[in-house]
Every structure is written in structure tokens, then in C-alpha cells.
């Protein structure tokens, strides 16, 4: 079964000056002065941020209600956040969609946040709620699978978030509110949302702790609609209805809009814990501990009215001419709750970073305590009540990580550093039927899937100073992966199958190459493989044909990445301008596209399949610049181009050379702000993005309707105003020309804010 866990000219360039980043190959590093710094690469370490994001100016010009905001403005990304506390937010990224998730690694303190049981936009997207914004101290930006220290994941984006510990003793308080008024077809709402958070902490001696918390209570605005496909002749049959709205969908073809749904209330708290013990010799052991819970309801609003008044949701009905059969599940199957706790965890023991021996080791564990969604298949308004119904639990979830890594300057014009890897994934999925869908006990066990992941792997890298100018990073990383205990059960259509043991070895070489040449210019080049191993998700998944279940491949192989950089990079003392030329070139790619299961027959289905070659070239464009035109503008920006193709796919002809689904072809945002004394900030942004496809063979013509991906022009702003040394208050607007766009869902529009911060 597939898992389903719920349902223009852009701105102007320009980003503020960066001060050199000290980064270290292993631990922290970074320490950049503003939002948005382009870490320093001089010394040609693959494994060093290209843009790094300090947390505290992030949240002084961006508005920052959770976590994943901080990425709002970064180059090539995107965050497909939907409403505040989303935790369907994948990273897309200048070579990957939206539904690429698998393609991104995201840590918090060395602990894996991206979610490697899949590769989609719903279940395996990150947990970004691990960490409380306020928690954080910079966001550390790698793209490109060009270190060997990581794995083939990183061929799309790495993300290292970092958290904050204290020098002193610390406490801070934060509330935030914010409101939107939403107008799409029948709906006409005003939601909000708030939060509240706090942390205290303190540093005795050589020991330092820190614990907070953050409580979000949010309500968004409709995530889907309910809508019928036309029928080709019109009829008069039928209880007739009034209320739908005439559209088409993203292929072109005549619909009705009957209802919104997804309208999720949420509410959520993380806790989070992190102590550390600085030994004498400089060592340090830290831990981090951090429980995420949610309780998430989705209600429905259906437009169709009867001829007396009354909301209907289901049945044989006339509307606007045609006859329609609205069953149950076109508003039941959105209506649920969802209920998740997670924890996180990571300990972590590194060396003193002075002298020419370091060393870290690394081990983290993340579980799913309490995944289920309920959800009814009874039809409304009698479900709202109770009813039958199912659940679908993921508990048991989870996977594990331990890297241990070493770093050796003795060599003089070397630096060599090197690492163990291991990785374990466990998914577990049980769907279960239930006579009373929000309170009844489990009964009979529908189906389910269960599987495990594991790699191990080495990697060792050179940096080498050639002379002064010219430094050459060598590296390469050898990975062992199998799946294994796969195991696919259905009750009807009857399917109780073990799944075949499957496993690859891969070397992954990778070379970076840094010139210097003048005090201002840079010249870079990079050359990386990757294989990016196939989830379990995607191993098990199952598709019903008729009374058949199937699992049409549980043997697919890893995709295999080759991906190329060339930049130039001029920097002085007020800021830079790079421009990047890149290629990703991705055999056997993880790709769902339909195509017949069975042998000689016309019917499709869609599934993930090895596409045979697909490949994405273009560039990247970022400047930044302080005090312009005159003291206190500070401006920043990006431009990305990116021409991702279908080469060859003998399965589905058609849709050779035609676009990557969710890539779009050019992404630009921007940041301007002034700051006229230290107390004063105003912030005004722009992000831009043309239309992309949802489909691997361009069928989805239709860009502004639900399911369709449109392009958008959404303009921010952002006030912040410092009472005293202690106080802060913000105000700001999202959104704040009110775009109206879809990228599958229907995307916020104008959104007011307010948040007043005390820290002392």
C-alpha cells in the first residue's frame, strides 16, 4: 500500500557582506556576522557550508514562526510549508522537487531530522519541530553531494541546524500571534494561530544545561478540495444542488469544486533538553533530548446546499446540469485526527578542535512513540459524531545513526580526515478497521507493511595546499546497504508475501578543485557521485489491481548521481557576488510514473520505478551587499536557473525530454533591510517562482487550480523594534500583496504577525 498519512521579474540581487566562516571539518564552525552568509570555501573542504544562516538575524528580518522559516531566503531552496506547524514541509532544491525528500539530508545537532523510511512530500518529509526557532544558533546550508563524509542523500541539499548553549545563566519568553484571511471559491475564513515558548539555561563551571519549550496552536487554511470530474452529457436527473463552482483541473478537463477540506486544527508542544560537559583536556560530551507531540484535527466545508437549505455531502445529485454520484469518501476520506509523539535524541563526544589531531563520535536515535490517524469511513454529516472507520499507525517507526570521525594535520600541506559510518531503519505500518472511528478499540487488522534499511560505510577525504593558491580536496566514500525482514500483508485483496532480501555496494569518488586568483577572485570546481538508496517506503509499497494486491517492485536499485559545479566568486570587504554552474546527471532514479503492472495489459498504475536517466543543468546567481546607496541598506539575494529533463524512459516514451516533476525553472528571492540605529530594523522580501509540473510526462497543463504547481510572486515584510536590552517586539505580513497560487495545495495568502520576545 502507499503510505498516506493525511492528506514577474523578481527583486533585485544582492545579499549583505559576510565576514570569513571558521569552520572546522568535523563539529561546529561556522560564525557568520549576518542572516544570510556565504561561507567561505577557500580552503576547498567539500564538507563546509555554502551558505550559513544565523538564527538570531533570521528571526530580526524574516518572520520566523517555526523553524523551517529560517530557510525562507535561502539560495535555490524551498520549504513547501503550508500553514504554520505544517509537518508536511519537504525541501525542494535547485536539482529536486518537492516530492524528493529522500534526496536531502537535515540534521539538529548531528541527529537526522530528514525522515529516510521514504521518499515523498507527506509521511517522509522533515521533523523541523525537533528544535524551537528560538533554540537555534545558525543553519549551515551544503549543496551538492561533493563531501564524502555523507552519504548519497545529500545529492539534493545538507542541512546542518545547530542549537545554542549558554555562557551565562539565561531565560527567554516569546509569544507569537498571527492571523490570515483566506477567499477561494465558497470559502471565506479568518484563521490564527499562536505560540508560546520559553528556555532557561546556565553554564556552572565546566557544566552546561539548557531546557525549553514551545507550545503552537494554529488553525490553516483548507489544504484540498473536494472536486468531481464533469460527466461528458448533461442530465436533469437528480437532486439538484446549488453551490459548486465550475473549474477545470490541472490536465485541462472540465470539473466542479464541491467543497474545501483539509482544515486542520493543530496543536503542538516540543520540549527539548541539551546538557554539556567540557572536560579539561578540551574535550566535550553533549546529549540532546527532544519530545515533539501533535494533535491534529481536519475538518471539511462543503458548498452544495439543497433546495431547502441544507449542507449536503454525499449522494446522487444535479449540479449546474449534470448528474454526479458523490460518494462517502469525497468528504469522509478528509475528515481525521492525527496524533504523533516523537522522540529525538543524540550524544555526542568530541576532542579539543586545536592542534592536528581531532576526532567525534556521534549517536542518535529517532522514534516514533505514538504515530495514528483516524480517520472515518462513514459517511457525513453521521461521521462527525462516530461511525465506523480506520486507523493507520506508524509507532515503532524510527531509525538510528553512529558516525565516528577523525581529522590529521601532521602531513604538512594536508589535511586528512576520515569516518565510520552506520545506519538503521525500521518502519512499521498497520491499518486497522474500528466501529467507532474517534474512540472505539481496533478490531480486525486490514493490512500492513513492515521493512528494514541498513548501510555501513567509510569515507576518507585529502584536502591538499598544491601551492598557496591552489588547494585539492580528493575523497571518496564506500557504502554497504541491504534491506531486509520486508513484509507485506492485506486482508482483502488477500497479499501476505516476505519480500526479498536486497542489497549494493558503491564507491562514490569526489574532487573539489579552489583557486585563488587575485585577493579577491575564487575559482572553484567540483565533481561528486552518489547513490541514493532506495527507502523502504519505496521497496514495499502495494497497489491494488481488481481483487489482486501486488507489490510491484521490491528490488529496485539506487539511484546513481554524477553531479558538477564550476564557480567564480568575488569578494571584498563589503560584500560578494558568485555565480555557479552546475549538472546533475541521475541514472536508474526513483521516480513514480504509471505504467502497466501486468504483462500485455493497457491498464496503469503509478508507482516508483528506475527511470532510466534523467538530468538537470543550469546556474546560481548570489550577491550581497552592506550599506548601499547609503549607510544601513543592507540588501541580498539569489537568481537560480535550472533545466530539469527526462532523457531516456523506455517505459513511458512520451515523456522523454519533457520537464522533472516540481522543478521549476526559475526560483529568485530577496532581502532588503534598513537599520538606521541598533534598535530599529524594517525588512521588506520578495520570493519568485515560475510554474513547474506535477507530472513526468507534462500532462498537468493547468497550473493555478488545485494539484496544479503555479508560479508565484509573494512580497514579506518584516518590523522589529529592541525596547531595551531585554524586550523586542516585531510586527509583520506575509504574503503581503495576497498571491493566490497553488503548489498542489492551495498556499497561504495575506498573513498578518505580531511576536514580542524577553531574553535576559
Known amino acids: 500500500m502507499s503510505l498516506r498519512l493525511s492528506l514577474r521579474a523578481c527583486a533585485s540581487l ?68 503550508r500553514h504554520y506547524g505544517d509537518t508536511q514541509d519537504p525541501v525542494a532544491t535547485r536539482t529536486s522537487g518537492v516530492g524528493a525528500s529522500a534526496r536531502n539530508l537535515i540534521f539538529v545537532d548531528g541527529i537526522m531530522i530528514s525522515a529516510p523510511i521514504g521518499n515523498n512530500n507527506t509521511s517522509a518529509t522533515p521533523n523541523f519541530g525537533v528544535a524551537a526557532p528560538h533554540d537555534i544558533s545558525r543553519v549551515d546550508v551544503l549543496y551538492g553531494p561533493f563531501a564524502a563524509r555523507y552519504a548519497g542523500n545529500s545529492m539534493g541539499t545538507t542541512i546542518n541546524i545547530r542549537t545554542r548553549m549558554p555562557e551565562t545563566f539565561e531565560f527567554y519568553a516569546n509569544a507569537t500571534g498571527a492571523v490570515q484571511t483566506f477567499e477561494q471559491y465558497g470559502s471565506d475564513m479568518t484563521v490564527g494561530t499562536y505560540q508560546l515558548s520559553g528556555g532557561i539555561g546556565d553554564r556552572i563551571g565546566d557544566f552546561s544545561w539548557r531546557l525549553s519549550a514551545n507550545h503552537l496552536d494554529s488553525k490553516g487554511q483548507p489544504l484540498a478540495y473536494a472536486t468531481l470530474a464533469r460527466p461528458a452529457a448533461s442530465s436533469a436527473a437528480g437532486t439538484v444542488l446549488t453551490g459548486a463552482f465550475n473549474d477545470l483541473n490541472r490536465t485541462a478537463a472540465a470539473i466542479v469544486v464541491v467543497g474545501a477540506t483539509g482544515i486542520e486544527e493543530q496543536v503542538q508542544d516540543t520540549v527539548s533538553l541539551k546538557l554539556a560537559y567540557d572536560f579539561a583536556d578540551g574535550m566535550r560530551l553533549s546529549y540532546l533530548a527532544s519530545v515533539f507531540h501533535q494533535d491534529n484535527d481536519s475538518g471539511v466545508e462543503s458548498y452544495l446546499r439543497n433546495a431547502g437549505g441544507a449542507v449536503v455531502y454525499s449522494g446522487n445529485s444535479n449540479i449546474n446540469g449534470y448528474i454526479y454520484n458523490i460518494a462517502a469518501s469525497t ?23 586545536d592542534g592536528d589531531f581531532a576526532w567525534e563520535l556521534t549517536v542518535s536515535r529517532f522514534d516514533y512513540l505514538t504515530d495514528k490517524q483516524r480517520v472515518p469511513t462513514t459517511v457525513l454529516p453521521a461521521a462527525f459524531t462516530g461511525g465506523t472507520g480506520t486507523v493507520n499507525r506508524l509507532n515503532g517507526t524510527g531509525w538510528m545513526t553512529f558516525d565516528a570521525n577523525v581529522l590529521w594535520r601532521g602531513w604538512d600541506g594536508h589535511e586528512l580526515s576520515a569516518g565510520l559510518h552506520r545506519d538503521v531503519e525500521t ?16 478490531t480486525t487488522v486490514a493490512s500492513s507493511a513492515r521493512g528494514r534499511t541498513a548501510t555501513n560505510a567509510v569515507w576518507l577525504q585529502d584536502i591538499w595546499s598544491i601551492t598557496d593558491d591552489v588547494k585539492l580536496a580528493l575523497g571518496g566514500r564506500y557504502e554497504d546497504w541491504r534491506a531486509y525482514n520486508g513484509n507485506n500483508f492485506s486482508a482483502t485483496p488477500a497479499l501476505n508475501t516476505n519480500q526479498p532480501e536486497i542489497s549494493a555496494s558503491t564507491f562514490s569518488p569526489k574532487v573539489s578543485l579552489a583557486w585563488q586568483a587575485s585577493e579577491a577572485w575564487r575559482l572553484t570546481a567540483s565533481w561528486g557521485v552518489a547513490y541514493r538508496m532506495p527507502t523502504v517506503t519505496e521497496l514495499y509499497q502495494a497497489i491494488t489491481t481488481g481483487a489482486t494486491l501486488t507489490v510491484p517492485n521490491p528490488n529496485l536499485k539506487p539511484e546513481h548521481g554524477n553531479d558538477y559545479e564550476v564557480s567564480a566568486e568575488r569578494r571584498d570587504e563589503d560584500g560578494l557576488i558568485r555565480l555557479s554552474l552546475f549538472q546533475q546527471d541521475i541514472t536508474n532514479a526513483l521516480i513514480s510514473q504509471s505504467a502497466p503492472l501486468v504483462t500485455g495489459s493497457t491498464t496503469l498504475f503509478s508507482y516508483v520505478q528506475n527511470v532510466p536517466r ?35 524512459n523506455p517505459v513511458l516514451p512520451v515523456s522523454v525530454n519533457k520537464f522533472l516533476p516540481q522543478i521549476t525553472k526559475w526560483r529568485a528571492n530577496a532581502l532588503a533591510t534598513y537599520r538606521p540605529d541598533a534598535d530599529w530594523s524594517f525588512t521588506l522580501g520578495a520570493r519568485y517562482s515560475d510554474r513547474s509540473f506535477g507530472t513526468i510526462d507534462n500532462t498537468d497543463t493547468v497550473s493555478q487550480t488545485y494539484q496544479g504547481f503555479a508560479g508565484y510572486f509573494v512580497v514579506d515584510a518584516r518590523i522589529q523594534y529592541r525596547l531595551d536590552e531585554n524586550w523586542t517586539v516585531s510586527a509583520g505580513i506575509d504574503n503581503l500583496n495576497n498571491d493566490k497560487y497553488f503548489l498542489f495545495h492551495p498556499f497561504p495568502q495575506r498573513t498578518f504577525l505580531m511576536e514580542i520576545h524577553y531574553a535576559q
Do not use: H
Open 331 to 353: 468528504f469522509s476520506n478528509n475528515v481525521y485526527n492525527t496524533q504523533q509523539t516523537k522522540l529525538a535524541q543524540g550524544l555526542t563526544l568530541a576532542s579539543a578542535r
Open 614 to 648: 534523467v538530468r538537470t543543468r543550469g546556474f546560481e546567481l548570489v550577491a550581497s551587499q552592506r550599506d548601499v546607496i547609503f549607510d544601513g541598506l543592507e540588501l541580498q539575494g539569489s537568481i537560480t536557473y535550472a533545466d530539469g529533463r527526462i532523457v531516456e
Open 14 to 81: 544582492a545579499v549583505l557582506a559576510a565576514t570569513p566562516a571558521i569552520a572546522q571539518t568535523i563539529g561546529a564552525g561556522l560564525q557568520p556576522e549576518y542572516v544570510i552568509v556565504n561561507a567561505d570555501r577557500d580552503n576547498a573542504d567539500p564538507a563546509r557550508a555554502d551558505t550559513s544562516i544565523t538564527a538570531a538575524q533570521a528571526r530580526e528580518q524574516i518572520n520566523t514562526v517555526n523553524t523551517e522559516d529560517i530557510l525562507k531566503f535561502a539560495p535555490s531552496l524551498l520549504v513547501r510549508k
Open 427 to 442: 518502519f512499521s505500518q498497520i491499518c486497522s478497521s474500528m466501529t467507532d472511528w474517534i474512540a472505539g478499540p481496533v
